[in-house]
């Protein structure tokens, strides 16, 4: 249309989540008549990002920090842990303001079609924060899959074995859906009418 570099923008667009080869177009042009205000400042937030954002090495959380910010916030309960699948899903707890404790994301659930075991998930680390003596309960916040609960059902039987008090978020989950696209309201439901696993 405008040359290779116009087309390799609107192909690497396209494959974001949430934009087709129409948005992605759209957003190109936006950007391309706006090289100044959108385009470049854009490419250094990409950069940057880039470069700096990382896993936490405790929790899995997404950060420029490690340990994450929600690690390192002592004002936080550092003796409940949620449990969830993906960042996103913390990062929908925590807009909900409805969890006070810290997190831990495992990447993914178990699945035996998959070929997904626990060495392949964030799992042995949160084994590891278990048992240090300063975690109570463990809040398992994982989707209504099959896998979910397989998942959620594994880790109910090594975490109680610890002494650790574990619970799992109530009604209102999504079947075979993410804790993300659930509204606030309803998260904090779930979180709150959480029963014993
Ligand atoms: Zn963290």
């Known amino acids: 249309m405008g040359g290779p570099e116009i087309d390799r923008l609107i192909g690497l667009l396209a494959k974001l989540p949430g934009l087709g080869p129409r948005s992605a177009r759209r957003a190109a042009l936006k950007m391309l008549q706006q090289p100044e205000t959108r385009m470049l400042p854009l490419a250094t937030a990409l950069h940057e990002a880039a470069r700096a954002v990382k896993p936490c090495a405790s929790c899995g959380n997404l950060d420029s920090r490690d340990p994450c ?14 449990v969830v699948e993906t960042v996103g899903d913390l990062w929908a707890l925590e807009r909900a303001g409805v969890h006070h404790g810290l997190y831990h994301v495992l990447g993914g659930t178990l ?6 075991g626990p060495e392949d998930l964030n799992i042995p680390p949160l084994l590891a924060r278990a048992g240090d003596g300063t975690v109570r309960e463990v809040i398992l916040a994982l989707g209504a899959t099959v896998d979910g609960a397989t998942t959620m059902h594994w880790l109910a039987d090594r975490l109680k074995p610890l002494g650790i008090s574990v ?23 779930a979180l709150r009418a959480r029963r014993p696993s």
């Open 69 to 82: 910010a929600i690690c390192a916030d002592s004002h936080r309960d550092r003796s409940l842990v949620c």
């Open 167 to 189: 619970t799992r978020v109530a009604q209102g989950m999504p079947m075979g859906g993410a804790l993300e696209v659930l509204d606030d309201g309803t998260l904090a439901a």
């Open 111 to 116: 699945s035996a079609l998959g070929g997904i």
